[in-house]
């Protein structure tokens, strides 16, 4: 998923927008804007901040005089895709100006939180991200109806050791939603399905405790400095790896060698 922020100010002349992929976008502020999908037949809307819309590829709406600040989330075909099953083949999402979808909007403000902290969490919670609302997408935007599919059991044990061995493997790299699926030979919206079921927790929670574990086992010895130990447990700054681990473990890093030693 990729996410931009974008300011629209004053505008000399109406222009053509046109995206290349489905783009949902949350205000994030009161604002106002012209928009139409023909230039004669603009019309002006006024919104407070969290009002979302929908532009499907090759979607056209021209876009007047605008006071507007915006998040921009584009929806990849393989994480649509991934929602609908395959099913049906591509998918395609009908066209919303002014969208009210709770749903969406409580994740949609997850990533413009992200954003606006530089992205620390990586890829992976991203990805989370982008397949929780490519099924509530498919699920209530698809042009043509698409069944959401109700997975039932989860990761039998052989799986799940495989999952946790790569997670081991790689704690202190790059993880994706994709590479976890592939490993166990599913699509990414079925892993994750089978993934909540088996374990309580989402790919990147479990992903986090398992960095936490390793965090804590390399903080109890007193030769290693913080940093390090951030870096080999995946973290990209020593300040985010900092209030990951108090919020999950109720202490500083500092602290906790600390303690560790005094017993």
């Known amino acids: 998923m990729k996410v931009a922020f974008e300011i629209r100010g004053p505008v000399d002349e109406p222009y053509l927008k ?37 532009c499907p590829p090759q979607f056209e709406q021209w876009i007047g005089s605008s006071d507007m600040a915006h998040v921009t989330m584009s929806i990849s075909d393989a994480a649509l895709m991934a929602a609908s099953d395959g099913v ?55 042009v043509r109806d698409y069944s959401v599919r109700v997975y039932r059991g989860g990761l039998g044990p052989a799986r799940l050791r495989r999952v946790t061995e790569l997670v081991h493997a790689k704690l202190e790299d790059e993880l994706t939603l994709a590479e976890l699926a592939e490993s166990v030979g599913l699509s990414t919206a079925h892993f994750s399905e089978m993934f909540r079921q088996s374990t309580g927790e989402t790919p990147h929670q479990f992903v986090l405790r398992h960095r936490m574990d390793r965090a804590k086992e390399m903080l109890r010895g007193a030769d290693v400095r913080v940093l390090d130990v951030a870096v080999a447990c995946g973290f990209k700054t020593q300040q985010h790896f900092a209030r990951v681990f108090r919020w999950k473990c109720g202490s500083s890093p500092t602290e906790y060698r600390r303690q560790s030693l005094d017993y």
């Open 18 to 54: 046109v995206h290349r992929e489905h783009v949902l976008a949350m205000t994030l502020r009161p604002g106002s804007m012209e928009m139409g999908v023909q230039r004669s037949a603009m019309r002006r809307i006024s919104f407070d901040a969290g009002l979302m819309g929908l």
């Open 88 to 142: 049906g083949g591509k998918v395609v999402l009908r066209p919303e100006c002014e969208l009210v979808d709770p749903r969406l909007r409580g994740l949609a403000m997850a990533v413009d939180v992200e954003r606006t902290a530089g992205f620390p969490s990586g890829r992976l919670f991203l990805d989370g991200v982008e397949q929780a609302l490519a099924i509530a997408l498919v699920g209530g935007y698809a």
